[in-house]
């Protein structure tokens, strides 16, 4: 992470190649974090930040 951004690319690239999960299942799990509150969505799409409630989750 880079001043507290996480690119997407470090996200999608394991979770589609190396998991093998689908596009849909990669959209929908980010949709549903963004809901929740555990992260906020650059507007440009390239990053993302956790949320104070999506940093508890790792504590």
């Known amino acids: ?3 507290g951004r996480l690119h ?4 999608n690239g394991p979770f ?3 998991d093998k ?3 849909a299942e990669y959209g929908a799990g980010m949709a549903l974090a ?3 509150g555990w992260l906020t ?3 440009s799409g390239t990053y993302v930040r956790f949320t104070p409630a999506g ?3 790792f504590a």
């Open 16 to 18: 589609l190649f190396k």
């Open 8 to 11: 997407v690319e470090l996200i």
């Open 1 to 3: 992470m880079q001043d």
């Open 41 to 43: 969505m650059h507007e």
């Open 55 to 57: 940093a508890d989750l």
């Open 34 to 36: 963004i809901e929740r």
């Open 21 to 23: 999960g689908s596009s």
